[in-house]
């Protein structure tokens, strides 16, 4: 199995997933799909529905659900676009804006202790790598 990449990515997951839930998915009681989204919004002012839906490569409908949750938590919320009536930016609220730092700081050492036993330059070419595999999905 050591030539499958799908078998190797699910195998890193496991601890990966477990230090998410331990650090965020719990204490901020955020799935990993909410946390993402609140770090695209939180980088990126004014972003829209639809370009949420690309970034995860989420169908429009279930985009909607999952910002449907997030805004009956009050943590972000939805704004008919002035320039594109069609369009919705999707803004942090005051809460959501708190929660979303307190998670990217979290964010920023939660895997530390997993990845201990890899160099700075291991740490750099393994994302590297991860996001190019990952940039073909858009192809």
């Given amino acids: 199995m050591r030539h499958v990449l799908g078998y190797q990515l699910a195998q890193a997951e496991v601890p990966t997933r477990k230090i998410f839930f331990k650090h965020i998915g719990e204490p901020l009681q955020l799935r990993p799909v909410e946390f993402t989204i609140l770090m695209l919004v939180l980088h ?3 972003v829209t529905q639809k370009q949420l839906a690309q970034a995860l490569a989420v169908s ?3 985009t909607t659900i999952l910002l449907d949750r997030l805004e009956e938590r009050e943590l972000i919320t939805r704004v008919r676009s002035e320039a ?3 369009a919705q930016h999707v803004r942090l609220t005051r809460k959501g804006q708190a929660l979303a ?10 895997e530390q202790d ?3 036993h890899l160099s ?8 590297e790598l991860l996001q ?5 999905r858009r192809v």
């Fill in 114 to 116: 997993l990845l201990r």
């Fill in 101 to 110: 730092k307190k998670a990217h700081e979290v964010s920023l050492t939660m």
């Fill in 60 to 62: 429009a409908p279930n």
């Fill in 44 to 46: 990126n002012a004014d």
């Fill in 120 to 127: 700075e330059a291991e740490r750099a070419i393994l994302i």
């Fill in 84 to 86: 594109d009536r069609r």
């Fill in 132 to 136: 190019k595999v990952a940039r073909h």
